[in-house]
């Protein structure tokens, strides 16, 4: 299924200024932080430690990627545009971490990977620019290549950002798909999820929730 994020990050002039527009500024570095800190969280309260394998879906330009491998994680990124996987590749070739981060370029919607492949998958900054039938199918692929955990990151409809962006982003024609609380869990239910706890970078304030979630156990 197309969405515009699907095809917007396939620019090469994109890709080579994501990381300097989003991440450099003090607003950008103190989100970046803040960000690599919830998902450790996250990871830790599902108690997936080192040298557990993760599957990072979109890797982007590695960001998080890196961060986690640097932390002793054995860590696959992927990304659905070639662009960003290429400037991934530049930060592995820099980290001597090749042995345990690397980087593929694939669709979220059909992962080439067997079933339990992974100890946890983790989603940021993705389902902000995804429709809920897009989102669901994504989902059920991570939950198919995870052995137990999901950490996926969501955008809260009622937070303040998400307000005070609303209007900017119409008249931009952005396409945003923010959720409330509620609309995560009947999301989770349909995938046969159940959520453990979510997480948020700043309550309240900032749209980014992280939710971590594990396949729902069957009665009998």
Known sequence: MEYTAKKAYRDQSVALEYDA???????????????LSLIESALKKAGIAPPDSILDLPCGTGRLSLHLARQGYRVTGMDISREMISRAEEKIRN??????????VGDAETLPYPEAFFDACVSLRLFGHTPSP???????????????????GYYHRRSLQNILRRQVRRRRGIMWFPVTPEEVRI???AAGLREIETLYLVRGISETMVVICEEEKQSG
């Open 21 to 35: 527009r989003r991440f450099q500024s003090w607003k950008g570095r103190w989100t970046h932080k803040l960000e």
């Open 95 to 104: 980290s001597q971490l090749e042995s345990t981060f690397r980087v593929v």
């Open 134 to 152: 897009v989102r669901q199918k994504i989902i059920g692929e991570l939950k198919r290549v995870s052995r137990r955990f999901l950490i996926l």
């Open 187 to 189: 999301e989770l239910a």
